[in-house]
């Protein structure tokens, strides 16, 4: 009965112990959400202009 009662309050002091830690770990998981809701505040990079030299490059390698 004694090994019982010992084994439940190990596990009763670790309860507090592992709900904190749980919290700790989903508060940025929970938060992403809420993140995502506002979706003016993204910015962007512009567009890069596409020069065509990979073409050029890979003819010019076959040929070689």
């Known amino acids: 009965m004694d090994r019982i009662v010992a084994n439940a309050r190990k596990t009763l002091r670790l309860v507090p112990r592992a709900t904190l830690i749980l919290m700790v770990l989903a508060a940025p998981v929970l938060a992403v959400p809420s993140m995502r809701a506002d979706a003016g505040s993204t910015i962007e990079a ?3 202009k ?3 030299v990979g073409f050029v490059l890979l003819v010019s ?3 070689g």
């Open 46 to 48: 512009p567009a890069l």
């Open 50 to 52: 596409k020069t065509g």
């Open 61 to 63: 390698l076959r040929r």
